[in-house]
Antibody
Framework: EVQLLETGGGLVQPGGSLSLSCAAS????????MAWVRQAAGKGLEWVSS????????YYADSVKGRFTISRDNSKNTMFLQMNSLRDEDTAIYYC????????????WGQGSLVTVSS | DIVMTQTPLSLSVTLGQPASISCRSS???????????LSWLQQRPGQPPRLLIY???NRLSGVPDRFSGSGAGTDFTLKISRVEAEDVGVYYC?????????FGQGTKVEIK
């Protein structure tokens, strides 16, 4: 069974940093591109970042470019999102997802991790 | 960026009746490889999104066949042939043809 588990969310002050992890199981992690998508409370979905299976090709939304870094450790079946210079508008639930083979859009999603940026 | 526009934004449906959601993209979603990466997601209250349909009309394994997708180019439709109580939630169209991926505003489906 494919499972994705996000950890690392919490409360951080504006300008601070936080790192999210996404632990994967139930599939060959090193064969799949992965993504982060976020959702502010009561709002729609916003794609944040993606990286390829090897981890050497990364893509970012303009809203996070230069502040967030996506990476992965295929030996540990884990993806990461390092978030620096956090702003109030980064407050959201962050979901990790596995790129679907036929869809690109994630075919499996984690339960999400809440990040709150507030003083 | 490709803008995805959904209509309607809310839908109240009687159990057992059909429902239809439209999605229009600001430019063609045909990828250079010939595929069209238009998907539909369902998000039940308090749950993460769930992929229902990909490449316009392909149902993910386990998705009931009352869900169907159609369309081409820039105009797409999600249809639920007979709405059931478990279909309550928000439905999003999304494109992954090019980065940044973008989503429609979401259509809230409720039971009348």
């Amino acid at each position: 069974e494919v499972q994705l588990l996000e950890t690392g969310g919490g409360l951080v002050q504006p300008g601070g940093s936080l790192s999210l992890s996404c632990a994967a199981s139930g599939f060959t992690f090193s064969s799949y591109a992965m993504a982060w998508v976020r959702q502010a409370a009561g709002k729609g979905l916003e794609w944040v970042s993606s990286l390829n299976a090897g981890g050497d090709e990364t893509y970012y939304a303009d809203s996070v470019k230069g502040r967030f870094t996506i990476s992965r450790d295929n030996s540990k079946n884990t993806m990461f999102l390092q978030m620096n210079s956090l702003r109030d508008e980064d407050t959201a639930i962050y979901y990790c997802g596995r790129h679907g083979s036929g869809s690109f859009t994630p075919d499996y999603w984690g339960q999400g991790s809440l990040v709150t940026v507030s003083s | 960026d490709i803008v995805m526009t959904q209509t309607p934004l809310s839908l109240s449906v009687t159990l057992g009746q059909p429902a239809s959601i439209s999605c229009r993209s600001s430019q063609s979603l045909v990828h250079s490889n010939g595929n069209t990466y238009l998907s539909w997601l369902q998000q039940r209250p308090g749950q993460p999104p769930r992929l229902l349909i990909y490449q316009i009309s392909n149902r993910l394994s386990g998705v009931p066949d009352r869900f169907s997708g159609s369309g081409a180019g820039t105009d797409f439709t999600l249809k639920i042939s007979r709405v059931e109580a478990e279909d309550v939630g928000v439905y999003y169209c999304t494109q992954a043809t090019q980065f940044p991926w973008t989503f429609g505003q979401g259509t809230k489906v409720e039971i009348k």
